[in-house]
């Protein structure tokens, strides 16, 4: 249509001369519709901005078809932009696994990415043990699920960790965590309230950490886009505080909650992680308690294992001992140990996974492997970080 890219280079040419960039995304319908009533439009324009950028995902201003051309020319003269985040780079795993990196735009940071992986068949932190075969039909994926960062690195310095190796580099804006996951959605043209897409903050970055703004990401993902909170789950290295407004959190906005373990006793914890030594096992334990639960719902220890070091029988008696005594609805989630560059562990051999699975099942605890997605590209638990080699 001759008309709208006309006004694309309108819209980029006036952008640019005004120099302020506003994100619309990340604000919310209210928010939204309180803006345009102060700008003297009315106020249902602002809930028509909602409505295009968090259910049909347009990514710049002169898509918005509900708004006369007039409003969207006048929004992008005045400096405003959709600012979703942007797919800025793909690697595909032989799996169907997809890494981003995503670009945030963000003049200070701009081209420091974060990263979202897309697991086709995913299973949502669980393992994929219920795999359910593929309608028929177009589709070549019956369920995926969609692994964002809440952060730009991380700050909690988890010694088996890639992400750790980047320290903090900025927290992500509610709008960048939420835009990740609707940037990827549309990639995929994935049909939200159909197809069963799971989410999971377990990208980079400790959730619990930027608090605030992970959780606005969670109102928008629910309110805004129309996700449900429980096909959502955060992981937490165990940020006691974090756990506690957690547990304060009403139901229809929060999401499931894992626990990252990853180690049978506070002494080795405190090893492997060591925010163990601010926060013990028996008080992260004493925090998650709080947390309300909804009928069915269970928490979820995560537990890496690595090599000779977490991965011993005996071990898997006392993590069974562990969960057992904290007296949950929990299941624990094992997840072998993604190899990275520098970092000294070993992957653990696969009948040491196997068998520490078995005892712990012997044991009366439900526990499920994760099997690791992507590897190939890097995107397997624990190996993003921000690089383009892969
Ligand atoms: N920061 C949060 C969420 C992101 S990490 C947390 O730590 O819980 C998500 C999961 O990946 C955590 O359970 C973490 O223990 C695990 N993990 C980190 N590095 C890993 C690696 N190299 N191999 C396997 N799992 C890893
Ligand atoms: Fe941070 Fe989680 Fe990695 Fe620990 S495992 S360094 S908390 S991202």
Redesign the pocket.
């Known amino acids: 249509m001759p008309e709208q890219s006309d006004q694309l280079i309108n819209f980029g040419a006036q952008d640019a001369a005004d120099g302020l960039k506003k994100p619309l995304f990340g604000l919310d319908a209210e928010t939204l519709s309180k803006l345009l009533a102060e700008a003297g439009e009315p106020a249902f324009r602002g809930r028509q901005i909602a409505e295009a950028i968090y259910r049909q995902w347009v990514s710049e201003i002169y898509e918005m078809n509900a708004l006369p051309l007039s409003l969207r020319a006048k929004f992008a003269a005045q400096g405003w932009r959709v600012g979703r985040p942007v797919i800025a780079h793909t690697f595909k795993s032989s799996d169907g696994t997809e890494r981003y990196l995503i670009d945030f735009e963000e003049p200070d940071t701009k081209g420091k990415t974060a990263e979202a992986v897309w697991m086709p068949e995913g299973d949502g932190g669980d393992a994929g043990d219920e795999a359910e075969s593929a309608p028929e039909g177009v589709r070549a994926w019956s369920r995926a699920t969609i692994c964002v960062s809440?952060q730009i690195g991380?700050a909690?310095n988890?010694q088996?960790?890639?992400?750790a190796q980047l320290g903090l580099q900025r927290n992500l804006t509610a709008g960048e965590i939420a835009g990740q996951v609707v940037a990827v959605l549309a990639r995929q043209s994935a049909r939200v309230g159909r197809d069963r897409v799971n989410l999971v903050?377990?990208?980079?970055?400790?959730?619990f950490l930027n608090y605030d703004n992970f959780m606005a990401a969670v109102r928008l993902l629910v309110r805004e886009v129309g996700l449900s909170p429980r096909r959502m789950t955060?992981?937490?290295?165990g940020i006691v505080p974090g756990i506690l407004r957690f547990a304060s959190e009403p139901p229809d906005v929060r999401p499931r909650l894992?626990?990252?373990l990853?180690a049978p006793n506070d002494a080795i914890r405190a090893e492997v992680?060591p925010i163990n030594r601010k926060w013990p096992i028996a008080e992260v334990i004493e925090a998650v308690r709080r947390v309300p639960l909804r009928p069915r719902e269970r928490i979820t220890f995560?537990y890496?294992l690595l090599g000779g070091v977490t991965d011993r029988p005996e071990q898997a008696r006392e993590v069974a001992r562990l969960v057992r005594g904290t007296g949950l609805p929990a299941k624990v989630n094992l997840?072998?140990?993604?190899?990275?560059p520098g970092?000294d562990?070993a992957m653990p051999a696969s009948e040491a996974v196997t068998a520490f699975h078995e005892r712990l099942k012997g044991e009366g605890i439900a526990a499920t492997i994760r099997q690791?997605r992507g590897r190939d590209i890097f995107a397997?638990?624990?190996?993003l970080k921000r690089t383009v080699e892969g």
């Open positions: 809440s991380c909690v988890c088996f960790c890639l992400t903050f377990m990208g980079m970055g400790e959730p955060v992981s937490t290295s894992a626990i990252s990853n992680m995560e890496v997840i072998a140990w993604n190899p990275g970092i562990y690791p397997a638990c624990g190996q």
